[in-house]
């Protein structure tokens, strides 16, 4: 293929992506399958920072080492932060000429290309990270959670249907006087009239939303769907009121982040547990967060730390014990899980590491 032919090849798969993103942008609810096929054979671009290129160079190559900063926009409400990823580097620089974005000295902002799919895995490892933000202009965006962003690592199509949860809580009590808002989704295979629920006062309820949903039972076996984001305002709403126990709310909040997957958002209000004085419990909710989402060296070094200062806490030996087997650091495995079965000698979870650790390290190298 000629350098001509490439290039036309390209603009097609970059016009093709940009007017897939619209049509997302259009409708959040419809079907994302031709999205997402495009997004694993598109090249794909991050706002970063570095050093001015050299003159009359437009391509460096990133050491398998380094770290880089990537230009993330923080949730206001729940913590977590967005990358923006884009389907062009044209759309690059419109990004910073819009927002007036200034480099710090001795730095200049530079687009970043990633091949088919790269990105997705890349990203994954951004603290706190929540999703992409696919942008094409101001008005024109559509969000990736984690889960989806995940699914595209792996090569694979994440589903159409919005994405369910069960109540991750035994109970819900809404004060007296409280205004509902009731409404109809579009239907899914399972569900042909979803009814969909939300609390006005609570927060803004947007379109994209309604891609993450938790069922929330009524009366007579009857059940209502609410965005997960929304229900999260709901519990913010609540301990704001006074209505329930702040710390059990707080505690809920954190439970439901880790329940629907949202693992940036999780990650935020642990550090701001650990801020205020919640640190056992925030190192907890941080060491799940790690695990679920493979920043497996983090949730070791965290666990290493937490045994120490905390070491009656079992989870944090379980934990640990788990990312230093997934690493492939048997021998650190098997002396943090000698001191574990020391403080808990009857503790099942850990006889289970400890038969696993066992059968790893007889195989052979």
Do not use: N
Not at 52 to 63: F, H, I
Request: with cysteine; proline share 7%; glycine share 8%.
């Amino acid at each position: 293929m000629t350098r001509a032919a490439k290039g036309a090849k390209l603009d097609a798969m970059v016009e093709s992506l940009e007017h897939l993103l619209r049509r997302a942008a259009r409708d959040p609810m419809a079907p994302r399958a031709a999205l997402y096929r495009e997004l694993l054979r598109s090249e794909t671009y991050l706002l970063t920072l570095d050093e001015p290129l050299a003159e009359g160079e437009s391509r460096r190559v990133t050491r398998a080492d380094a770290s880089f900063p990537v230009w993330a926009d923080k949730d206001p409400e729940l913590g977590g932060v967005w990358v923006p990823v884009f389907p062009a580097r044209d759309r690059v620089r419109e990004f910073v000429v819009e927002r007036g974005l200034a480099a710090p000295p001795g730095k200049e902002f530079l687009w970043m290309g990633h091949g088919p799919g790269q990105v997705f895995s890349l990203l994954r490892g951004v603290p706190r990270f929540a999703g992409v933000r696919l942008r094409l202009d101001r008005e024109t965006a559509a969000q990736l959670s984690w889960p989806e962003v995940r699914a595209l690592a792996r090569g694979r199509l994440p589903p159409d249907s919005p994405e369910l949860h069960d109540l991750p809580l035994e109970r819900l009590v809404i004060p007296a006087g409280a205004r509902l808002s009731f409404g109809r989704l579009k239907s899914w295979e399972g569900e042909p009239r979803p009814l969909l629920l939300t609390m006005p006062d609570a927060g803004r309820f947007r379109p994209e939303d309604a891609r993450r949903l938790v069922r929330l039972p009524l009366r007579d076996g009857r059940h209502a769907w609410t965005p997960c984001r929304h229900f999260l305002q709901v519990l913010r709403l609540l301990k704001k009121l006074g209505v329930e126990g702040g710390e059990r709310l707080v505690q809920s909040l954190l439970a439901s982040q880790l329940a629907f997957e949202m693992y940036g958002e999780a990650e935020a209000l642990c550090d701001w547990l650990v801020h205020r004085g919640h640190e056992a419990y925030a190192w907890l909710g941080l060491a799940a967060v790690y695990g679920r989402t493979g920043r497996l060296e983090d949730c070791a070094q965290l666990c290493g730390r937490a045994v120490v200062k905390y070491p009656g806490e079992r989870a944090f030996h379980v934990h640990g014990v788990r990312a230093l087997m997934a690493l492939g650091r048997l021998r650190d495995a098997s002396q943090r899980l000698e001191a574990a079965r020391r403080l808990f000698p009857d503790d099942a979870a850990l006889a289970d590491l400890s038969r696993e650790l066992s059968v790893q390290i007889a195989r052979p190298a």
